[in-house]
């Protein structure tokens, strides 16, 4: 059964440190994995997108990370923004046809 | 930009009421979700369909119930709400291939609904 994890699950760092959290997941055969960011109380919004064939994905300050093989990625933000702070979620997509979510990290960047 | 919507986006209903939550999407989306999430809380997947008259319980034991008719329509349903039901339910939905043909394919969610059982 695929679970995916999360950590660390808070982090608070001032305003303009770059940062990384981390996913990992217990089976390798994966067909994606999906970064998403949630504000309080909303639904989700898909920030990156890497399919198994690709190493990393990027998208302006965001820069995603994927080791299939050691069941690992990684999501960088650089020089990181008060606008930044919301829960992180990665999501694996494999043949069982469900999404399946690690429990997030909540990220605070203080001015 | 995701084209998936789901009605009401508050809902505050009285104990033993039966409930239909909407999930709707415009992209031809042959996998669609249903997520439970009670604030400050991981997600839990509590059904999922890939494809019209397919559905498919999730990880996490739930008392709706939920119908695929047509492509674009996912509602789920509670017979006989009670407050252990209050939370909210996130919908989303995905393709099964990319546009080049990949099995990786992007996931897109609702705004959500926030459901209060009084």
């Known amino acids: 059964k695929q679970e995916v994890t999360q950590i660390p699950a808070a982090l608070s760092v001032p305003e303009g440190e770059n940062l990384v959290l981390n996913c990992s997941f217990t089976?390798?055969?994966?067909?994606?994995l999906q970064w998403f960011r949630q504000d309080p109380g909303k639904g989700l919004t898909s920030l990156l997108l890497i399919q198994s064939s690709q190493r990393e994905q990027t998208s302006g300050r965001l820069n995603a990370s994927l080791d299939k093989s050691s069941g690992r990625s990684t999501l960088y933000i650089a020089a990181s923004q008060p606008g930044d702070s919301a829960t992180y979620l990665c999501a694996v997509s494999d043949s069982s046809y469900k999404l399946i979510f690690g429990s997030g990290t909540r990220l605070l960047v203080r001015p | 930009e995701a084209d998936i919507y789901q009605t009401p986006r508050y809902l505050v209903i009285g104990t033993g009421k039966k409930i239909t939550l909407e999930c709707s999407q415009t992209m031809g989306h042959d996998k669609m979700y249903w997520y439970q999430q009670d604030p400050g809380m991981e997600l839990h997947l509590i059904h999922y369909?890939?494809?019209?008259?397919?559905?498919e319980k999730g990880d996490l034991s739930s008392e709706s119930t939920v119908s695929r008719i047509r492509t674009e329509h996912f509602p789920l349903t509670l017979e006989s709400a009670r407050p252990s039901h209050t939370s909210q339910y996130l919908c989303?939905?995905?393709?099964?291939?990319?546009?080049?043909?990949?099995?990786?394919?992007?996931?897109?969610f609702g705004q959500g609904t926030r459901l209060t059982v009084v």
């Open positions: 989303a939905s995905s393709p099964f291939l990319s546009g080049t043909g990949d099995r990786g394919t992007e996931a897109f």
């Open positions: 089976d390798s055969a994966i067909y994606n």
């Open positions: 369909s890939y494809g019209v008259n397919s559905t």
